[in-house]
T-cell receptor, first 115, second 116 residues
Framework: NAGVTQTPKFQVLKTGQSMTLQCAQD?????MSWYRQDPGMGLRLIHY???????DQGEVPNGYNVSRSTTEDFPLRLLSAAPSQTSVYFC??????????????FGPGTRLTVL | AQKITQTQPGMFVQEKEAVTLDCTYD???????LFWYKQPSSGEMIFLIY??????QNATEGRYSLNFQKARKSANLVISASQLGDSAMYFC?????????????FGAGTRLFVKA
C-alpha cells in the first residue's frame, strides 16, 4: 500500500493563480481531510469528507474548494491564490468518520509559496 | 475558543531522562479521543498514542505513555528514557464525538530538544 500520497511536494504560485493539490489514499478509508500548518499554529482543518460525494468545512475553509467523487481521491483547489495561503498542506485519512478512535494517516505534505 | 492547548513552545531534556509534554483540552462531548503525533524535521506526521474518554487506564506504547486526567481535562505525553531521535515537534489532538462532528483538531505543538 502506498498509504496517503500528495502531489506536488513543492509549488510556487503567483497571487491570483489557481491550482489543485492532489491527495489519494489506497486504504479504502471513509474519512479524508485537509490541514494547513503554519508556524506556531499547529494544524488547522480546512475541509473534510466523510465519504464520496460528502464534504464539509473545517476551521479555515475560505479560499479553498474540495470535492470527493471517489473514495480514493480528495483534491484541494485554491481558487485565487493569496500570500496568506503560503503554508504546508497535509492530507490525512482514517478508516471511518464515526467513532472517536480513528487514527489519521498523513500524507508527506505539500509546501506552497504564494508570491 | 481554543480547544487544545499546549503551553510549552519548547522543551529541553537530557538524553535518557524522562520528559512530560503538556496538553489540556476543552470539550462538552462525553465521547472523545485524544491523540499525540510526532513531527520530525523531515516533516512527516507520525502517530504515537491514543486515549479514549471512556478508557479507565492510561494508554502506553513502548516509551510513550499518556497521563490522562479527565477531571482536569489534561492529556500529557510522557516520554521515558529520551533518545536523540526524539527531538521533534509534538502535537496533541482531539477528536470529538457526534457533538463535534468527528473532526480532529490540533494544538500548536511543543518542540522537544534532546541533549546528549
Amino acid at each position: 500500500n502506498a498509504g496517503v500520497t500528495q502531489t506536488p511536494k513543492f509549488q510556487v504560485l503567483k497571487t491570483g493563480q489557481s491550482m489543485t493539490l492532489q491527495c489519494a489514499q489506497d486504504m479504502n478509508h471513509e474519512y479524508m481531510s485537509w490541514y494547513r500548518q503554519d508556524p506556531g499554529m499547529g494544524l488547522r482543518l480546512i475541509h473534510y469528507s466523510v465519504g464520496a460525494g460528502i464534504t464539509d468545512q473545517g476551521e479555515v475553509p475560505n479560499g479553498y474548494n474540495v470535492s470527493r467523487s471517489t473514495t480514493e481521491d480528495f483534491p484541494l483547489r485554491l481558487l485565487s491564490a493569496a500570500p496568506s495561503q503560503t503554508s504546508v498542506y497535509f492530507c490525512a485519512s482514517s478508516y471511518q468518520w464515526t467513532g472517536v478512535y480513528n487514527e489519521q494517516f498523513f500524507g508527506p505534505g505539500t509546501r506552497l509559496t504564494v508570491l | 475558543a481554543q480547544k487544545i492547548t499546549q503551553t510549552q513552545p519548547g522543551m529541553f531534556v537530557q538524553e535518557k531522562e524522562a520528559v512530560t509534554l503538556d496538553c489540556t483540552y476543552d470539550t462538552s462531548d462525553p465521547s472523545y479521543g485524544l491523540f499525540w503525533y510526532k513531527q520530525p524535521s523531515s516533516g512527516e506526521m507520525i502517530f504515537l498514542i491514543y486515549q479514549g474518554s471512556y478508557d479507565q487506564q492510561n494508554a502506553t506504547e513502548g516509551r510513550y505513555s499518556l497521563n490522562f486526567q479527565k477531571a482536569r481535562k489534561s492529556a500529557n505525553l510522557v516520554i521515558s528514557a529520551s533518545q536523540l531521535g526524539d527531538s521533534a515537534m509534538y502535537f496533541c489532538a482531539m477528536r470529538e464525538g457526534s457533538t463535534g462532528g468527528f473532526k480532529t483538531i490540533f494544538g500548536a505543538g511543543t518542540r522537544l530538544f534532546v541533549k546528549a
